[in-house]
């Protein structure tokens, strides 16, 4: 069964890059046809799609972030990498990883991180 685990620092500042890791045990990231994607919720907001990387590496980004987001992964890790540039405290939000089985699978996905808080402030 496969387990996902985000993690990074809860704390950024304004301007800075957030930078969050997502560590994949139990299934490899470079083998199915899985899109290894984030999203986040901002509180007392909905679900966002943020991007996915898949297996073979390609990645897909959100048009309202595709800006400031890159999407990365280490295969000898089994880890795959958000980095979200320039943040504002409109950033804040809980942060996760999830395997999807299509682009936009996610909600349907049994597999998601328990996701992490990040907080935006000076």
């Known amino acids: 069964q496969v387990q996902l685990q985000e993690s990074g620092p809860g704390l950024v500042k304004p301007s800075q890059t957030l930078s969050l890791t997502c560590t994949v045990s139990g299934g490899s990231i470079t083998t199915n046809a899985y899109y290894w994607t984030w999203i986040r919720q901002p509180p007392g907001k909905g679900l966002e799609w943020m991007g996915a990387?898949?297996?073979?590496?390609?990645?897909y980004y959100g048009p309202s972030l595709k800006s400031r987001t890159s999407i990365s992964r280490d295969t000898s890790k089994n880890q795959f990498t958000l980095q979200l540039s320039s943040v504002t405290p409109e950033d804040t939000a809980v942060y996760y990883c999830i395997r999807a089985d299509s682009l936009m699978g996610w909600r349907r996905s049994g597999s998601w991180g328990q996701g992490t808080q990040v907080t935006v402030s000076s």
């Open positions: 990387i898949t297996n073979s590496g390609s990645t």
